[in-house]
């Protein structure tokens, strides 16, 4: 059955209430950095705020009590609804100060939660210090994941704990513990953290960039500072810095975990790096070929590299990071620079990452997928072809796992076709909306200028859905889609 029965609405009421009573917790965070550099004007904002979600979060905890154990459908249908209800409390600093409207505050906090890194912000260079802590803020939080609250605060029970694990599109355990297994990321992305701040010090930035930063790379979000994003600093130790930051925000945590434990050889071996790095490689070359032959910056070779390395990693990291922006990506970019990016955003970044996209992973079995059918023409068909794959460990490929990866790539297309249908009735620059809904859907905040906060209403509600679906990883968001339709049709 589709309907959800009172005891499981209930179950998902009390959930969303401890999710909004430690996002109420969070946003008091903003409120040092107001006190530090003085931005006393952000108090009321921030303090509201978080009384709303503290106070709805604790009411829904009162009335509406655990009553049953969680189905993975009931999991699936928090999952989407607490990120849809996360925003639209998050969007209330930005609208409550008065820099933004409802729909540009809420667009704002769905880009930095689901990883996005699109901005709302006329100009990026004004806005203050609180609320460049909060956007990043809002990103490092949702490089994890939602969910990730739930399992790491909230007390549930064990079956509740593996489906709420489920239902965010994660499916890999670092130890045989669901529990113990969100605690090992968390205490990987904290050192991760770190790390990631002391590289940008280093690099040369003041510490509250190099927070930002650290926040905003490392969940492979691609919010930025200033107009110009990275470009700014002129920097190439900065942009080497971001660019591993990146890189280990769109690593697998089992991969980064079997690495930290001494096990080195197998980052190489994994199917996920393989992929990554032929992808950074190829496209690297053949953008910088692109550039050189067409002197976009200059006859200087090694210039020209620097600029298509830095932005084909941030494209298959799915960050958004920018040293190259639209003036050029719509004229001297056009054409294979923008296609290869634009193919990079698609494909994405690894699984059990902060990246989004189709994922590395899918894209390796589907690869190897194709290679296996075409093995299957050539030889016998008493022939035995090894269908396997390393990824951590030796994973075999059954018929049903290519299936699935299928499934989700076509689906993940259908969703793409219709959002670009949508904008280019707003639109007329083809190659442009390909480029904006590929980044929107894979969140990852690369833009071309298409997206202003000038936009139509129905364009930003496009890309509020793309973000949503696309950190989601689909099937959530289509269960609850499916289920509401049903039950409107039933009159229920």
Same mark, same amino acid.
């Given at each position: 059955? @589709? =309907?959800?029965? %009172? =005891?499981?609405? %209930?179950?998902?009421?009390?959930? @969303?209430?401890?999710?909004?009573?430690?996002?109420?917790?969070?946003?008091? #965070?903003?409120?040092?950095?107001?006190?530090?550099?003085?931005?006393?004007?952000?108090?009321?904002?921030?303090?509201?705020s978080a009384a709303v979600s503290m106070v709805f979060g604790v009411v829904c905890l009162k009335i509406f009590k655990r009553e049953t154990t969680i189905s993975l459908k009931v999991a699936m249908v928090f999952s989407t609804i607490i990120w849809l209800l996360v925003c639209a409390l998050s969007a209330l600093p930005y609208y409550l100060s008065g820099e933004l409207s409802y729909l540009n505050a809420y667009f704002e906090a769905m880009s930095g939660f689901t990883t996005t890194g699109f901005s709302m912000y006329p100009n990026l260079d004004a806005i203050s210090y609180t609320m460049n802590f909060w956007r990043a803020f809002t990103q490092w939080l949702g490089g994890l994941g939602i969910i990730f609250l739930v399992l790491a605060l909230l007390r549930s029970t064990g079956a509740d704990v593996m489906r709420l694990y489920l239902a965010?599109?994660?499916?890999? =355990?670092?130890?045989?513990?669901? =529990?113990?297994?969100?605690?090992?990321?968390?205490?990987?992305?904290?050192?991760?953290? #770190?790390?990631?701040?002391?590289?940008?010090?280093?690099?040369?930035?003041? #510490?509250?960039?190099?927070?930002?930063?650290?926040?905003?790379?490392?969940?492979?979000?691609?919010?930025?500072?200033? @107009?110009? /994003?990275?470009?700014?600093?002129? @920097?190439?130790?900065?942009?080497?810095?971001?660019?591993i930051v990146m890189m280990i925000g769109a690593t697998n945590f089992a991969l980064h975990y079997t690495v930290l434990k001494g096990n080195w050889k197998e980052y190489f071996k994994d199917i996920e790096t %393989?992929?990554?790095?032929?992808?950074?490689i190829i496209a690297t070359i053949l953008v910088t070929a692109m550039l050189y032959k067409n002197h976009v910056y200059g006859a200087d070779l090694l210039l020209n590299l620097r600029y298509a390395l830095f932005q084909v990693v941030s494209a298959v990291t799915t960050t958004?990071?920018?040293?190259?922006?639209?003036?050029?990506? #719509?004229?001297?970019?056009?054409?294979?620079?923008?296609f290869l990016i634009t193919?990079?955003?698609?494909?994405?970044?690894?699984?059990? /990452?902060?990246?989004g996209g189709i994922k590395w992973l899918r894209f390796g079995i589907l690869m190897k997928g194709m290679v296996w059918q075409v093995k299957s023409f050539i030889f016998p068909g008493k022939a035995v072809m090894s269908k396997k794959i390393h990824h951590v460990t030796e994973l075999g490929l059954t018929d049903d796992v290519i299936r699935v990866a299928g499934a989700f790539v076509f689906t993940y297309f259908l969703i793409f076709v219709a959002s670009i249908i949508i904008v280019l009735f707003y639109y007329n620059d083809f190659s442009q909306v390909i480029f904006e809904v590929a980044s929107a859907l894979s969140n990852v905040g690369l833009s071309s200028?298409?997206?202003?906060?000038?936009?139509?209403?129905?364009? %930003?509600l496009v890309f509020i859905f793309d973000f949503w679906i696309g950190r989601l990883e689909i099937w959530p968001v289509l269960l609850l889609i499916s289920i509401t339709i049903q039950n409107l049709i039933n009159g229920r």
């Open positions: 059955m @589709n =309907r959800l029965s %009172k =005891r499981e609405i %209930k179950t998902i009421m009390h959930y @969303n209430g401890g999710v909004c009573l430690y996002l109420g917790i969070a946003m008091l #965070i903003p409120l040092i950095v107001s006190f530090i550099y003085q931005e006393y004007q952000y108090l009321t904002p921030f303090l509201f965010e599109g994660r499916d890999e =355990r670092l130890r045989p513990s669901i =529990r113990h297994t969100t605690r090992i990321i968390i205490y990987i992305y904290g050192f991760f953290t #770190i790390l990631s701040i002391v590289l940008f010090k280093v690099a040369g930035m003041d #510490i509250f960039d190099s927070i930002f930063h650290a926040f905003s790379a490392l969940s492979t979000g691609g919010f930025g500072m200033h @107009n110009t /994003s990275l470009l700014f600093y002129h @920097n190439l130790w900065i942009e080497l810095a971001a660019m %393989k992929v990554a790095y032929s992808l950074i958004g990071l920018q040293t190259a922006f639209y003036p050029d990506l #719509i004229t001297k970019w056009i054409g294979l620079g923008i193919l990079l955003m698609v494909i994405g970044a690894g699984s059990c /990452s902060t990246g200028g298409l997206m202003t906060p000038q936009s139509p209403a129905l364009v %930003k």
